[in-house]
């Protein structure tokens, strides 16, 4: 069974207490519980609730008696399952209705355990009445969890699920473009966003097949090419830039955003592919040199000066961020990087390139250790 797919046991429950009996359960045995991995855990709720073949006040049910608030915005369940449940037109009883009621009607809910029922009711009054107080509409959640469940589908390859998220209106551009970046890194985006864990067994063209699919929902195809070529290029993704150059991607007119992307995610392969299939090296004003030397990586600035990158045309920008450039996200060092700052510079100064005085300026009130960068490369240069 799909890990996606861990509610299934549960479309067979007619009642919240069966459900309860075997939610946490299941959960654990796909680990998905929130303990496990919370952007699993949410990957869990989105495909239970967007997914699962059970009544709708029934769904919205499990997930307030079950579902863990500090892992999920439940807002999502409220906005997607509201109209449904409001629909029911179930009365609130008379203890509570004067303060509950203008938010809609109760929950039809059927539990042994009346404490669970008043705990489930009393979220669901709790959330509605977070629509008045944020300004939002239940609409509003309603259109943000199909683009979020757009986004799960996408990264894991599940083209019943980009095809359940489409036909409810979500949109790929929506959040960034969150759902197009995701099959763009294809087998190269190796985890799950904030995690550890390891997406399934996919390959690039289960990716493609998705982003295939999306353009025949309606993508335009310009736009998923603007966005897909700099995530590939990032990842050091050549297969996927095959691909995306088959959908024709033109380089030369959109292949800068992709080349600053390879060349600041140290992407060598990446860097190497769009250069010889006619990226401009010299676009957007030199940012790929730029974003090089921000990555502090020597071999990578001299890919781009061997391609014919003018070191010059971006001194100012280059030395700055020599001086400042703290890329955590590429180096397992978790010092101030002081050391890899300062042979950056040493290198750039060996090159002809000086800081001028507002570099200097600007760099110490950016970075308190930029004195230091600019000691050891001085010495390093001599």
Known sequence: ???????????????????????????????????????????????????????????????????????????????????????????????????????????????????????????????????????????????????????????????????????????????????????????HGYFLPESGHLTPERSNADYQGILLQLLAGGLARAEMLSAALPAAAAVDNTGMLDFLLAQEADLRADGAPALAAAAGSMATAALAWLLAHGADVHADDGAALVAAVGSLDQATVEMLLAAGADLQAVASRAVRSALVSRPYELYSDESDLVDQRAEMLAFLLRQGLRPGDADIAYALEQDRDAGRVLDAAAASAA
């Open 1 to 187: 069974m799909s890990d996606l797919r861990w509610y299934l046991p549960l479309e067979r429950c007619d009642t919240l207490d069966d459900i309860r009996g075997q939610w946490h359960a299941l959960l654990e045995q796909s680990q998905m519980a929130p303990w496990h991995n919370a952007p699993r855990y949410q990957d869990a709720m989105l495909s239970f609730l967007g997914a699962a073949r059970l009544a709708p006040a029934l769904k919205l049910a499990a997930v307030l008696a079950c579902g863990s608030a500090f892992d999920v915005d439940f807002r999502l369940a409220v906005g997607l399952l509201k109209e449904e449940i409001d629909e029911l037109e179930v009365a609130w009883p008379e203890a509570v209705a004067a303060a509950v009621s203008d938010n809609g009607p109760a929950l039809p809910l059927a539990t042994q355990d009346p404490w669970l029922g008043a705990f489930v009711a009393g979220r669901l009054a709790g959330l509605r009445e977070t629509f008045g107080h944020d300004g939002t509409r239940a609409e509003h959640w309603r259109a943000a969890f199909w683009n979020r469940y757009l986004e799960m589908a996408c990264r894991h390859a599940d083209s019943e699920g980009v095809a359940l998220a489409l036909g409810h209106g979500a949109d790929p551009c929506a959040d960034a473009h969150a759902a197009i970046l995701t099959p763009a890194r294809g087998v």
